[in-house]
Protein backbone atom coordinates (compact mmCIF):
# COMPACT_ATOMS: atom_id res chain seq x y z
CA UNK A 1 0.00 0.00 0.00
CA UNK A 2 3.02 2.44 0.84
CA UNK A 3 4.61 2.24 -2.98
CA UNK A 4 1.06 2.87 -4.62
CA UNK A 5 0.97 6.07 -2.40
CA UNK A 6 4.52 7.14 -3.79
CA UNK A 7 3.66 6.14 -6.89
CA UNK A 8 0.71 8.44 -7.29
CA UNK A 9 2.23 11.63 -5.33
CA UNK A 10 5.10 11.27 -7.94
CA UNK A 11 2.87 10.78 -10.87
CA UNK A 12 0.97 13.94 -9.90
CA UNK A 13 4.05 16.28 -9.89
CA UNK A 14 4.02 18.04 -13.14
CA UNK A 15 6.54 20.14 -15.13
CA UNK A 16 5.80 23.55 -16.67
CA UNK A 17 6.97 24.71 -19.30
CA UNK A 18 7.99 21.68 -21.18
CA UNK A 19 8.64 21.44 -24.85
CA UNK A 20 8.04 18.41 -26.50
CA UNK A 21 8.77 17.25 -30.42
CA UNK A 22 6.71 14.29 -31.63
CA UNK A 23 3.69 13.54 -34.34
CA UNK A 24 -0.06 14.04 -33.11
CA UNK A 25 -2.01 11.03 -33.80
CA UNK A 26 -4.11 7.61 -32.08
CA UNK A 27 -3.44 5.88 -29.33
CA UNK A 28 -4.61 2.79 -31.49
CA UNK A 29 -2.75 1.93 -34.46
CA UNK A 30 -1.04 5.27 -34.98
CA UNK A 31 1.54 4.77 -32.17
CA UNK A 32 2.89 1.76 -34.27
CA UNK A 33 3.59 3.98 -36.99
CA UNK A 34 3.65 7.67 -36.24
CA UNK A 35 4.99 9.26 -39.33
CA UNK A 36 3.93 11.56 -41.89
CA UNK A 37 1.39 10.30 -44.74
CA UNK A 38 -0.78 8.71 -41.47
CA UNK A 39 -3.39 11.42 -40.69
CA UNK A 40 -6.18 9.82 -42.54
CA UNK A 41 -6.02 6.54 -40.77
CA UNK A 42 -5.20 8.62 -37.37
CA UNK A 43 -8.35 11.31 -38.25
CA UNK A 44 -10.67 7.02 -38.09
CA UNK A 45 -9.27 6.46 -35.29
CA UNK A 46 -9.70 8.85 -33.17
CA UNK A 47 -13.58 9.13 -34.63
CA UNK A 48 -14.23 5.84 -33.51
CA UNK A 49 -12.70 6.92 -29.68
CA UNK A 50 -9.34 6.05 -29.31
CA UNK A 51 -7.50 8.50 -27.56
CA UNK A 52 -5.27 11.35 -29.00
CA UNK A 53 -1.32 10.92 -28.29
CA UNK A 54 1.52 12.41 -29.21
CA UNK A 55 4.49 10.20 -30.30
CA UNK A 56 8.02 11.98 -28.73
CA UNK A 57 10.58 12.23 -31.47
CA UNK A 58 13.52 11.38 -28.74
CA UNK A 59 12.34 8.09 -27.14
CA UNK A 60 9.27 7.61 -29.15
CA UNK A 61 7.80 7.84 -26.14
CA UNK A 62 3.57 7.78 -25.66
CA UNK A 63 1.79 10.62 -23.74
CA UNK A 64 -1.81 10.90 -23.89
CA UNK A 65 -3.14 14.79 -24.51
CA UNK A 66 -5.20 16.19 -22.02
CA UNK A 67 -6.90 18.25 -24.20
CA UNK A 68 -7.17 17.44 -27.14
CA UNK A 69 -9.52 19.98 -28.78
CA UNK A 70 -5.84 22.11 -28.37
CA UNK A 71 -4.57 19.44 -31.13
CA UNK A 72 -7.84 18.63 -33.12
CA UNK A 73 -6.09 20.79 -36.54
CA UNK A 74 -2.99 18.91 -35.92
CA UNK A 75 -3.73 15.58 -36.43
CA UNK A 76 -0.89 13.49 -38.24
CA UNK A 77 1.33 16.45 -38.37
CA UNK A 78 5.13 16.92 -37.08
CA UNK A 79 4.70 19.31 -34.31
CA UNK A 80 6.54 21.35 -31.10
CA UNK A 81 3.97 21.50 -27.90
CA UNK A 82 4.97 23.58 -24.80
CA UNK A 83 3.07 22.68 -21.95
CA UNK A 84 2.90 20.99 -18.47
CA UNK A 85 3.95 17.41 -19.13
CA UNK A 86 3.94 14.80 -16.36
CA UNK A 87 5.10 10.77 -16.88
CA UNK A 88 2.19 9.68 -19.53
CA UNK A 89 0.44 12.56 -20.59
CA UNK A 90 0.52 16.16 -21.70
CA UNK A 91 -2.05 19.21 -21.23
CA UNK A 92 -0.99 21.56 -24.53
CA UNK A 93 -0.34 25.21 -24.07
CA UNK A 94 0.66 25.94 -27.57
CA UNK A 95 1.72 24.16 -30.50
CA UNK A 96 4.13 24.68 -33.77
CA UNK A 97 4.50 22.94 -37.04
CA UNK A 98 7.98 21.18 -37.72
Same mark, same amino acid.
Given at each position: ??????????????? *???? $??????????? =????? /?? %? !??????????? *???? $??????????? =????? /?? %? !??????????????????????????
Amino acid at each position: MVFMMIGIASAGSDK *AGDT $VNGWVTDSNCG =VKGAA /AG %K !EDCAKKCLEKG *AKMV $VVTDTDQKVLT =VDNPD /AL %K !EHVGHHVAITGHATADSIHVESVKML
